[in-house]
Every structure is written in structure tokens, then in C-alpha cells.
């Protein structure tokens, strides 16, 4: 089948493909604007400088659980941002630093902005942004429904809104991640962008088009959507991660702390589909795709529970 003949996402969406633990694992993002044409793969087609593709390369292999997006807004300024967000399960933050020439990128010690010690210069904040992903190069879909959505909260939101290279993920467009949790929304329409920022800023979850958290295994994103849904905890704070363990090849025991000395465990397993699909645009031929199923979910007394 020619690409130009479908859309992924909507074969993803056609299909009611199962989208819970569908994302990317990150706990430091590094977001630099560039408000300059995105070829399909950002970095490596941009104009910078070798020296500073070395320096932001680098940067990812030595900072643990690292991440890089390319950020832009209209219209472009004379200075250009970097945010430098700890997406982590408590106290998350960005801190925001203002460049005037992107060689400044190489003084910037990111690490010790990672690690708390500095803020180089920048600002703290824990302030929502909004990323959506408009990746056009990358993936058709990420275009198509990216940029409505994108220009829907840009309305509501302002400069909490931002377009965003390839996040992963294209069946899953439009693509939408609030920072600095780092929550990951899939098949997000231009309805509910509005509804989902209106949430963040509740400090809630919506667990509608809900991928996952970025800072937890595919598994444990799966299992804190699976017991979201089923309980109907949607505080950003309601559940903490407390263990994951194997219980088979691809079957996985999830531990959350909840609210009122609760105890929620849920058995999760990885399983392929029945049916096939494109899993981009740029796709050859359909193919089963995995994706995580609810065995059980237990609610425990804190005091019951034994390791």
C-alpha cells in the first residue's frame, strides 16, 4: 500500500489500539528552541554548528535517562530558550534559560542544573508547558493533526504551548506531552487539548488518550493508567510508584502507594495484537503491534502488604 493512501494514526484510532504504556521514557528533557524547518531528523539536519550537535550529543549519553526536543513558536525572537526539565514522579521542574547565540549552549552546565546545584543563569519554574508534536518531516500524521491541536491551545495557553519535533510515537498523533511531569497524551483531538490543559493545571490526569508517564517503565505506565482508570484516581499525586517485578516473560507485578494507606497492585502483560497495522506513515507493509493488557488489579490495606 502507496503511504499517500492512509494515515497511520487514524488506522491506530480505526483499530481501538490499546494506547496505556505507549510512552517515551525520559527523566531529564532537554528543549531547545529552534524556530528554523525540522528536516526528519531534527539535530542531525540543522543548521548548528558540529561542535554544538557534539555538545548536545554528549550531553545524552552522560546525563542518565536524557532526552532531546526541538522547540519552536511563532514568531521567532531574537533570543532563543532552553528549558531543562527534571520530568521526575515527585517535584518536577523546568528551569528556562535565555540564549542569544546557540554556541552558548556549549557553557551551559546542564548537568549541574540536572543535579540541582545551579541554575546557570536560568529560571525555575513549575509552570505547565505544552508540546505538541508538529514533526511534519518526520511523519505526515504528526502535521496533520498536530498542528490544530497545536494552534487550539496556543489560543488558550499562550506561551505554555509550543510545537515540538518527534516525540515518538506517530500512530499516536496528534501527540501532546505536559512538562514538567512529563504525561504523554496520544489521538489527541483539538477538544481535548483544551480539556487535557484545563486538567494539568487542576493538577489532574485525563485518562482519555492517556499514554503515560514518562519517568516509569512501559510496564508501570500501563499499570498506573489501568489503575487510574479503574479506580478513578486522577490527582497527579495520587499514586507513587512503589515496585516492579516480573511475574513471567511478559507479565508484570505493579505496585502503587495510593491515597488513605492504600496499596493498589496490578498484573500487567505485554501481548501482540490480532490485528495489523501501519505503524507509520512512511511504512511498507501492516504489521501486529504489542500493547499492554490489564490481568488483575488488586486494592490492598498498606498493613497487609509483605514484600
Keep these: 500500500m502507496s503511504q499517500t493512501l492512509f494515515f497511520c494514526s487514524e488506522l491506530s484510532r480505526n483499530a481501538g489500539e490499546q494506547i496505556f504504556g505507549t510512552a517515551p521514557t525520559g527523566e531529564v528533557w532537554l528543549l531547545v528552541e529552534y524556530p528554523h524547518p525540522w528536516g526528519p531528523r531534527a539535530l542531525e539536519s540543522s543548521a548548528l554548528s558540529v561542535a554544538v550537535k557534539q ?3 554528549n550531553l545524552l549519553k552522560t546525563i542518565p535517562r ?5 522547540i519552536k513558536q511563532s514568531p521567532p525572537r531574537d533570543t532563543f530558550s532552553l528549558f531543562v526539565v527534571r520530568a521526575r514522579a515527585r517535584r518536577p521542574y523546568a528551569v528556562r534559560l535565555m540564549l542569544a547565540d546557540y554556541e552558548d549552549l556549549r557553557s551551559i552546565n546542564v548537568e549541574a542544573i540536572v543535579a540541582g546545584d545551579s541554575l546557570e543563569g536560568g529560571t525555575l519554574t513549575h509552570d505547565p508547558l505544552f508540546l505538541v508534536c508538529t514533526h511534519g518531516k518526520r511523519d505526515k500524521c504528526c502535521a496533520k493533526f498536530g498542528n490544530g491541536v497545536y494552534q487550539r491551545l496556543r489560543e488558550r495557553e499562550s506561551a505554555s504551548a509550543w510545537q515540538s519535533s518527534h516525540v515518538g510515537g506517530d500512530r499516536f498523533a496528534a501527540n501532546l506531552v505536559c512538562f514538567p511531569h512529563g504525561i504523554f497524551y496520544g489521538h489527541v483531538g483539538e477538544e481535548s487539548a483544551a480539556q487535557i490543559g484545563e486538567e494539568y493545571a487542576r493538577g489532574r490526569v485525563r485518562i482519555e488518550n492517556f ?10 505506565q500501563a499499570a498506573e493508567c489501568f489503575v487510574r482508570a ?5 490527582g497527579l499525586d495520587d499514586l507513587a510508584l512503589a515496585s516492579t517485578r516480573r511475574a513471567g516473560e511478559l507479565t508484570w507485578r505493579v ?8 496499596v493498589y497492585e ?9 490485528f495489523r497495522t501501519f505503524v507509520t506513515c ?8 504489542a500493547s499492554f493488557v490489564l490481568d488483575d488489579l488488586r486494592a490492598l490495606d498498606a498493613s497487609d502488604v509483605s514484600e
Design 282 to 289: 512512511n511504512s511498507s507493509e501492516p504489521k501486529n503491534v
Design 266 to 274: 496490578a498484573r500487567v502483560t505485554n501481548r501482540v495484537s490480532e
Design 211 to 220: 499514554r503515560g508517564r514518562a519517568c516509569l517503565s512501559h510496564p508501570a
Design 255 to 262: 505496585r502503587f502507594d495510593g491515597p488513605d494507606k492504600k
Design 55 to 57: 555538545h548536545l550529543n
Design 66 to 70: 536524557a532526552r532531546l526536543l526541538f
Design 230 to 234: 479503574e479506580t478513578g484516581l486522577v
